[in-house]
């Protein structure tokens, strides 16, 4: 009902940047929320950041201050600039979209995860 895209994973250095995309389609009437999380090798996937239609944001503590997540609430997508990055962020990062869709006769809720993106933090 509702499919998530990511893009702009890839490898860079430590200290450097990278900017995540997720676009959402399909028959979506409203996205409440919007967020990035991550599975690092042999860890469990843990929340990044989160933002709402409204624009309220969270982040996990050991991003605060590097990472920005923002939304197109028209272009339902969201975005994850990752600044100063760490071998630690390397992980695989999922697009997580809460909200609901038209069914036939009503709107549904929903929950879709993307299909991940790799991002390696390495020299």
């Known amino acids: 009902q509702v499919q998530l895209v990511e893009s702009g994973g890839g490898l860079v250095q430590p200290g450097g940047s990278l900017r995540l995309s997720c676009a959402a389609s399909?028959?979506?009437?409203?996205?409440?929320?919007m967020g990035w999380y991550r599975q690092g090798p042999g860890k469990q996937r843990e929340l990044v950041a989160a933002?709402?239609?409204?624009?309220?944001?969270n982040y996990a503590d050991s991003v605060k201050g590097r990472f920005t997540i923002s939304r197109e609430n028209a272009k339902n997508t969201v975005y994850l600039e990752m600044n100063s990055l760490k071998p630690e962020d390397t992980a695989v990062y999922y697009c997580?979209?809460?909200?609901?869709?038209?069914?036939?006769?009503?709107?549904?809720?929903?929950?879709?995860w993307g299909q991940g993106t790799h991002v390696t933090v390495s020299s």
């Open positions: 997580n979209a809460r909200g609901l869709y038209y069914s036939e006769y009503a709107t549904v809720p929903f929950g879709s």
């Open positions: 399909g028959s979506i009437f409203s996205i409440n929320v």
């Open positions: 933002i709402t239609s409204g624009g309220s944001t």
